[in-house]
């Protein structure tokens, strides 16, 4: 399975960014979707999934800001994140789970500052 994540960079506080996270490799559609996030010095935390059915979870910290959203016609999920905060720094990870398979992508890095 191979997780290609794109569209971190560095952003100001207040600003946007859109990451995406193509699959390849592994069915797709009946998986478990998300995205990690680790800031440095800290633990690797989660910051949204989406199920199968659609079902979204986020951190408390994103909730209001940030949206997952999934196409299965593309194999990709997507993590619209808005109103970004010099918090939200971290190296930010594709997730996919389905049973026992989990996997993670290499992650790419969103910086907030100005």
């Known amino acids: 399975v191979q997780l290609q994540a794109s569209g971190g960079g560095l952003v100001q506080p207040g600003g946007s960014l859109r990451l995406s996270c193509a699959a390849s490799?592994?069915?797709?559609?009946?998986?478990?979707m998300g995205w990690y996030r680790q800031a440095p010095g800290e633990q690797r935390e989660l910051v949204a999934v989406v199920t199968s059915g659609g079902i979204k979870t986020y951190a408390d910290s994103v909730k209001g800001r940030f949206t997952i959203s999934r196409d299965n016609a593309k194999n990709t999920v997507y993590l619209q994140m808005n109103t970004l905060k010099t918090d939200d720094t971290a190296v930010y990870y594709c997730y996919y789970n389905l049973g026992t398979r989990t996997y993670w992508g290499r992650g790419t890095l969103v910086t907030v500052s100005s």
């Open positions: 490799g592994a069915p797709f559609s009946r998986s478990l």
